[in-house]
């Protein structure tokens, strides 16, 4: 669910998201404002480590992706999932982030090769889990038949629909090699309590079933709806999305959880990014650990009387922090086009926020 947690941090900065913001560079969220017009010590060594990536791949005939050519690369059977710096790119991207610091790609439009990776994962079959409790199960409909439009095409994809009302679950036209499993579980009085216990769930049915149905996890909010070409461009052992509220704005501006006696606290001299809950992922056992991870830390916050800021989204957080993915998404991915204004930057929307209201929604 795109729920409150999501919607506050978009009326709280909606500033940073807009005057923070460079016309011709995505700001960096580590360097460090006080250090005024000169660049961090972190942030020279960025330059120098993609410099350094630059000169390698210059010199490496697995990585010619970084000259911004298209290269002839015959595959076969035994290829399996290639090494990212095989595959070739159209022109880079000189206006974004399009590199971690521990040199993770950042996925924008311009970044990958959809023809190429289509075949890469030619065999591979995704998961995609979707809570629709209460009647957050009014957006499956939309959910899922945008979902059928945009969301691995020409892949085999099963949809894993979490509700507490399976008859209300829709019946809508799929494509080959693709199914909506529907998983009947409990609801809870507080929609806190449902976004927390989200991972406990992904984290059980992960054990039960997941690890022997599907490759991928791919664990999204439901009152969303698909809006251009998401694939497997996604797909790595382990990715997080930018979340679209803080992703120009600088670390000191990111809402982790401050309190030392959370299991999701961050300090404030920490922190990369900041996630979003809506939309993270990976093969089945990286979010099996993830998930597992996240519930027992709410749990043993649950013991000692607190509940992060933002429930999942914070232990995510943190989760992510200490645990570096290997794939990050861009605001591409996550946007509400009625809290924020649109940035040049962003060449596509492909998974947008549906208008609702939230009192309604979340009551009886």
């Not at 015959?74 to 982030?97: M, N, Q």
């Not at 999305?241 to 120009?248: D, E, I």
Request: a neutral charge; aromatic letters at 12%; glycine letters at 6%.
């Amino acid at each position: 669910m795109l729920c409150y947690a999501m919607l506050s941090h978009f009326s709280r900065v909606r500033l940073c998201a807009t005057h923070r913001r460079q016309p011709t560079r995505l700001p960096r969220p580590w360097d460090s404002p006080a250090l005024g017009p000169s660049k961090s010590l972190l942030s020279r060594r960025v330059d120098e480590w993609v410099e350094l990536t630059g000169l390698f791949c210059l010199s490496s005939p697995e990585a010619h992706h970084v000259q911004g050519q298209r290269e002839s690369l015959t595959l076969s059977e035994g290829d399996g999932h290639l090494d990212s710096c095989r595959i070739p790119e159209v022109p880079r991207r000189v206006d974004v982030l399009v590199m971690t610091p521990w040199f993770a790609p950042v996925v924008w439009e311009g970044t990958f090769d959809s023809a190429l990776l289509d075949v890469q994962f030619r065999n591979t079959t995704i998961g995609l889990t979707v809570f629709a409790i209460k009647k957050y199960v009014v957006f499956l409909r939309l959910f899922l038949e945008t979902a059928e439009k945009y969301f691995m095409v020409g892949h085999k994809v099963i949809y894993y629909v979490f509700t507490d009302r399976p008859a209300d679950v829709p019946q809508i036209a799929l494509q080959d090699g693709r199914q909506v499993v529907v998983l009947h579980v409990g609801n809870y009085r507080r929609w806190q309590d449902i976004s927390m216990h989200r991972m406990e769930m992904i984290s059980n049915f992960s054990r039960q079933r997941f690890l022997r149905e599907v490759d991928y996890l791919v664990c999204l909010y439901v009152d969303m709806k698909f809006s251009d070409h998401v694939g497997v461009e996604i797909l790595a052992p382990l990715f997080g999305t930018l979340h679209p509220g803080f992703y120009a704005a600088d670390r000191q501006s990111f809402t982790y959880e401050r309190r030392p006696l959370s299991r999701a606290y961050i300090p404030r001299d920490e922190g990369d990014f900041y996630y979003a809950g809506g939309f993270f992922g990976g093969s089945v056992p990286e979010v099996y650990r993830l998930t597992t991870a996240c519930h027992q830390a709410m749990t043993a916050d649950q013991a000692q009387g607190i509940e992060a800021v933002w429930h999942d989204e914070s232990h995510l957080n943190r989760y992510l922090l200490s645990h570096k993915p290997s794939k990050v998404l861009s605001p591409e991915y996550l946007w509400d086009e009625q809290m924020l204004q649109r940035p040049p930057l962003l060449r596509k929307l492909r998974y947008v926020a549906v208008p609702m209201n939230h009192t309604e929604i979340r009551s009886r």
